[in-house]
């Protein structure tokens, strides 16, 4: 595909997906941003405010294989990543492959089963890839993880550790609707009730196709610097316990990356840089003192501001 091409189906697939998640551009755009750049995504934000429906819309526009995981207390790695049965006919032992062999996966209320099971998908989201008995089994391309957990209830939740969170590429937020679009969505049909008119815009091979040109995106030597200053900064803060790691810092290029191809370009520039910090890294540090995850972005924000921006 041509770089015209390319950019119509990347606007036609945002178009898509805003049929029935109204409003909210920005988080449709966060989503195609994470699928570009070949990451896992994490929605954090109330109920009923279009989280799960984003995921579907998402999966639904895309001709790829999709399957939702509820995470509940008592789910088990095995209900996740798959077991080995017992063949009566061949004597031997079959993997029967768990949800977690799909193109997109949605982990609706990751927090709200224990760590172990939450583990489960560590190796799947940074590897793509799981190992069951010494055996490892690829997972298919493309590969996306999509997670959502509730910020307010703490009764029977567990919170995600460090290393889980640091395999998400973006965290973002949802928030509530403009007041035009609200009003018009309480009136009509449910925006989950409309998912199923969606139609595939892309492919399989397309989302690949994207994926390797994202990664042939230019990457500035002076905006790359202006980067790691923002990472390093991160590390110095006196509120920060812990900054952004290096495998964070190479999460961050490759979401800068896969924004700059959203708009079109095969250059990264400094805005891009701005756009995507606080959603790339905020996640990612240790706060001194216990905080929410919008805490650390607003951190993140603040050291973006301070810092001169390369001309």
């Known amino acids: 595909m041509n ?6 189906s990347v606007k036609q697939l945002q178009s898509r997906m805003e049929t029935v998640l109204r409003g909210k551009p920005e988080a ?21 405010v279009g989280k799960t429906t984003l995921a579907y819309a998402l999966a639904r526009s895309l001709d790829c294989s999709f399957r939702r995981i509820q995470f509940t207390s008592d789910l088990l790695p095995t209900d996740i990543i798959g077991v ?6 061949t004597h ?44 490892t089994y690829v997972l298919p391309e493309p590969f996306m993880v999509i997670a959502t957990q509730n910020p307010m ?20 937020h949802i928030g509530y609707p403009d007041p035009e679009f609200e009003r018009t969505a309480v009136v009509e049909r449910a925006s989950f009730e409309l998912l199923h008119t969606l139609t595939p815009v892309l492919s399989k091979a397309e989302v690949i196709a994207m994926q390797t040109d994202v990664e042939k995106v230019h990457t500035d030597a002076g ?22 790691s290096t495998r964070g810092a190479q999460f961050f290029v490759r979401a800068v990356k896969a924004n700059a191809y959203y708009e079109g370009r095969d250059f990264i520039v400094p805005d891009d840089v701005k756009t995507l910090a606080p959603l790339a890294i905020g996640h990612r540090l240790i706060l ?18 301070r810092l001169p921006v390369p001309l």
Not at 84 to 89: A, G
């Open 153 to 172: 209830e703490s009764h029977g939740t567990f919170p995600l550790p460090e290393s889980q969170l640091d395999r998400f590429l973006l965290h973002i």
């Open 3 to 8: 770089d015209n091409m390319i950019n119509q």
């Open 223 to 244: 905006v790359v610097d202006y980067l790691m200053r923002i990472v390093e900064e991160t590390r110095r803060h006196k509120d920060v316990r812990l900054g952004c």
């Open 92 to 135: 031997g032992f079959e993997f029967r492959p768990g949800p977690i062999f799909s193109n997109i996966v949605l982990a609706d209320e990751i927090n709200r089963t224990n760590p172990k099971t939450q583990s489960a998908l560590l190796e799947a989201m940074n590897e793509k890839k799981i190992t069951v008995e010494n055996d």
């Open 288 to 305: 001194r003192t216990r905080k929410t995850l919008s805490d650390a972005e607003t951190i993140v924000r603040d050291i973006t501001e």
């Open 84 to 89: 080995n049965i017992f063949n009566q006919e």
């Open 28 to 48: 449709v755009k966060m989503s195609i941003v994470s699928l570009l750049a070949r990451g896992n995504l994490l929605i954090e934000d109330i109920p009923g």
